[in-house]
């Protein structure tokens, strides 16, 4: 694997259906840990690594959904995959309902397994990657001046210059200088695109503020 | 006349020192000499003697002084010996007032007559034949009793006994040697047209036993009296008797009374009882003053006298019998003598056989109800164990479930792995022993779940509580898991061996099991907990309690929770409790249902402990 290694979280009560989905997991090219319950899981310091939960449904104590709510809480989301040993379709409804990345059947098949746990990576990834994106955003506006923010505020609401250096009380010359630095500093190279940068960070759209 | 009191002082004195009086005894008192033929010690005459000595004390009414004297003349009978007795008794009784002579045997009257000895006192006789009487003159003080025997009476007497009979065997003195019984040939001759004689008087006595041990048939040996044989031997009559009558091959009858008991049939017998008393009566009036002539001279008696047991020996029926028959040594059979005795045993036997019968069959009946309510109790225990199979056959199909998939799982990694160049045979053995233990778990399981099913037999044997609990909880953890409750055990340290029906016994521990967890189904999750303990106590009996943290009973119902259709379910058809309390006294057990202090049920129950085998 060329990427951070993918970690998978099996919790089961049953030692020997544990050990061997930690094995068929490892075979198959995943770092993998090993959890007697929910609870013993949660005890443990996670690394900042990507991560599943492959989670035995079976058992006493812990459900699902509460245990994606610890790892919310704790700042360490990451999907869950359901393993159960009797299931239909109301019950995968509900696991779903309570977070479930995916809704598995004992016994489970290499490739229904590696399939789950490859979704909930590529999910990861996604998340990971639009994090990283919307970071980026944040920066390039950060680099505005304050005027510049305003500037940037109103092109996008679609004011002319002329109308916007009336509201600024500045010449339209400066307002097309700085119009030209924010199309610089937020790396657009046409007006729409601003649009849409500005709506990604939440500057126009229902609620939006200034 | 001397004062009385000196008298009977005088006669105290005598009687004391047991010395005959030398003297003569006061006026008052009357004396009765008795003078007998023979030895007073030869049974007829002591026999009579006695009698005749009790009769005359008793009647008299006053007491009578008796004087006996033994002359033993067919011992001492010569002529000079006679004269010398006589000398001796006219000077012994010369000075004696004698009031009445009693003399025994014709020999005796003769000598006593012969003698002249007190002419003026009367003189009574008593067994004197009559054969040897006559022609003798008698004067008119002498009266008595003369002894007549009749050989025609006794061969009469035979034939109306025995109707077959043709034969008599005489066995006895010689006729000349036997005063009495004077049966010479012409006698015998005279009776030739109703028998015929086998004359064995006077023979060797070894050669009349030889002979009586082998009569013909339809004979009856008539035993006279046997005193001697001819060869010189001295018998004594009853002994001789005794021997020939054990050895006879046919019946034996006799004529003499005092003869009776020993091994004879019997007879028309003269009885010295009798004889002895009719002369003491007699001898009263004498001593009263009445005249000799005016006592006629007797005959004496032949009575019908039997011995019972010579009648058996010889099949004689009581029938047969003359009338007027007197039994003697009768021995009653048990019957006749405990009728009522036996009757009452044999009820009370018999009712106490018909009580053990009635019980048997009761038992057998109880046996085999018994049988029955544990094949009842089985069957329904099976049922119930179906039912409770489908209440948590998911959680079996999980439990199965488990090894099935860590087996597919394993098979794949191994097939994974058996794709790289260097395929790690260490992990790939450790995969496959995986593999192997998880199938054996699941047909483990499946074999536990056929016995759970399996319609019981009821058959007990020697289990571990601890191990029956453990089994039974591998059936309801699954169960436990899909409800969420926590399922825990603690204990016996040490095996606690019952005999139980150990599938009967799983079904009780899951039974409860099953009741906690539908307890507990209210509750938080993280709230639902059930304990099954054991516990010896007293190393008399193991406790196994199920816990649990649900509601507990309502104090109203905690009577009732064993009743067959009590329930607090919705669902519930109220049979399982009751018989998983049928199951626990089934095997000698106990059960109880509580609330625990700090909230809760507890259902315990407890079964004798048996020693480890």
Redesign the interface.
């Known amino acids: 694997m060329s990427t951070p290694l993918f970690t998978v979280h099996v919790i089961d ?2 030692p ?2 544990r ?3 930690g ?2 997991l490892a ?2 090219g995943y770092a993998v840990s090993l959890h007697e319950s929910a609870t013993a899981f949660l005890a443990l310091a996670h690394g900042p690594g990507p991560a599943c939960i492959l989670l035995d449904v ?4 812990m ?1 699902g959904l509460q245990l994606q709510e610890h790892l919310a809480r704790d700042g360490h989301p990451m999907p869950v995959i359901f393993l159960t ?2 299931g239909d379709v109301a019950m995968s409804v509900r696991a779903v309902k309570a977070g479930a990345e995916d809704f598995l059947l ?5 490739l229904a ?1 590696l399939d789950a746990v490859e979704r909930a990576r590529a999910r990861v990834a996604a998340q990971e990657g639009e994090r990283t994106a919307a970071a980026l955003l944040q920066g390039r506006l950060a680099s505005l001046t304050p005027r510049e923010r305003e500037v940037f505020v109103l092109v996008v609401q679609g004011l002319l210059n002329k109308q916007i250096a009336y509201q600024l009380g500045n010449t339209e010359r400066t307002v097309k200088a700085q119009r030209a630095s924010v199309m610089e500093k937020m790396q657009a190279a046409t007006l729409a695109e601003l649009v849409m940068l500005a709506a990604r960070l939440g500057l126009i759209g229902p609620g939006a503020t200034l | 006349m001397l004062p009385r009191s000196i008298c009977f002082a005088a006669c105290g004195l005598l009687l004391m020192v047991t010395v005959p009086a030398p003297a003569a005894p006061a006026a008052a008192q009357q004396s009765v000499l008795v003078v007998s033929s023979d030895n007073l010690s030869y049974p007829f005459i002591g026999q009579l003697f006695g009698a005749f000595k009790t009769t005359l004390q008793s009647d008299n009414g006053a007491p009578v002084h008796v004087y006996a004297e033994s002359l033993d003349l067919s011992t001492f009978g010569t002529p000079a010996q006679q004269a010398a007795a006589a000398r001796w008794y006219d000077s012994k009784y010369r000075e004696v007032p004698l009031d009445v002579v009693v003399v025994i045997g014709h020999a005796a009257l003769r000598f006593w007559i012969d003698a002249g000895f007190r002419p003026g006192v009367p003189v009574y006789f008593a067994a004197a034949s009559a054969s040897a009487m006559a022609g003798m003159p008698l004067p008119p003080r002498v009266t008595g009793q003369r002894l007549h025997i009749n050989l025609a009476q006794t061969v009469r007497l035979a034939r109306q006994l025995f109707p077959d009979t043709t034969t008599i065997a005489l066995v006895g003195n010689a006729a000349e040697r036997d005063s009495y019984r004077p049966f010479k040939a012409p006698e015998l001759q005279a009776l030739a047209g109703e028998a015929s004689f086998i004359d064995l008087r006077g023979k060797a006595y070894e050669q009349v036993l030889a002979r009586v041990a082998h009569l013909p048939p339809h004979t009856v040996i008539y035993h006279t009296t046997l005193t001697d044989d001819g060869s010189g031997r001295v018998f004594e009559p009853r002994t001789a008797l005794t021997e020939t009558a054990r050895v006879a091959n046919r019946p034996t009858l006799i004529d003499n009374g005092s003869q009776l008991g020993s091994g004879a049939l019997g007879g028309l017998v003269t009885d010295p009882v009798h004889e002895g008393s009719e002369a003491a009566r007699r001898v009263v009036q004498l001593l009263r003053g009445a005249a000799p002539a005016s006592l006629p001279t007797l005959d004496n008696s032949n009575l019908p006298r039997f011995d019972w047991r010579a009648m058996q020996r010889w099949q004689l029926a009581e029938s047969r019998l003359p009338r007027g028959s007197e039994l003697q040594f009768y021995q009653p059979s048990a019957w006749q003598q405990y009728r009522l005795q036996i009757l009452l045993t044999v009820a009370v036997l018999a009712l106490l056989s018909l009580l053990t019968v009635a019980l048997l069959i009761e038992r057998r009946r109880r046996a085999a109800a018994v049988a029955q309510s544990r094949q009842r109790l089985a069957e329904l225990a099976h049922m119930n164990r179906n039912a409770t199979a489908s209440v948590f056959s998911a959680a079996i199909a999980h439990e199965l479930n488990q090894p099935l998939a860590a087996i597919l799982s394993n098979a794949e990694t191994a097939e994974l792995l058996l794709e790289q160049p260097m395929p790690p045979l260490t992990e790939l053995r450790e995969i496959l022993a995986d593999i192997r233990r998880d199938d054996a778990r699941a047909s483990e399981l499946i074999v536990r779940m056929r016995t759970l099913l399996k319609p019981s037999a009821a058959d007990s044997r020697l289990a571990d509580i601890n191990e029956l609990i453990r089994q039974s909880l591998t059936f309801i953890a699954g169960e436990a898991r899909l409800r969420g409750a926590a399922l825990s055990t603690s204990m016996a340290p040490a095996p606690a061996w019952v005999l139980v029906d150990p599938v009967q016994i799983q079904q009780v521990i899951i039974n409860l099991v099953i009741n906690s967890l539908d307890a507990v189904a209210a509750l938080a999750p993280a709230a639902r907990r059930i304990v099954v303990a054991s516990a010896v106590q007293d190393d008399a009996q193991v406790e196994v309690s199920v816990r649990d943290t649900g509601p507990g009973f309502a104090s109203a119902d905690i009577e009732r929770v064993f009743d067959s259709f009590f329930t607090t379910k919705p669902q519930g058809m109220g049979l399982g409790l009751s018989i998983t309390a049928a199951i626990v006294a089934g095997h000698g057990g106990t059960i109880h249902a509580e609330n625990q202090r700090g909230g809760g049920a507890r259902v315990r129950f407890s079964l004798p402990l048996r020693k480890a085998p």
Not at chain 1, 106 to 110: N, T
């Open positions: 009560d049953d020997a259906l050990t061997a989905l094995r068929l075979a198959s079976d058992m006493p104590g459900s040993g009797h004992k016994p489970v098949a290499r397994l």
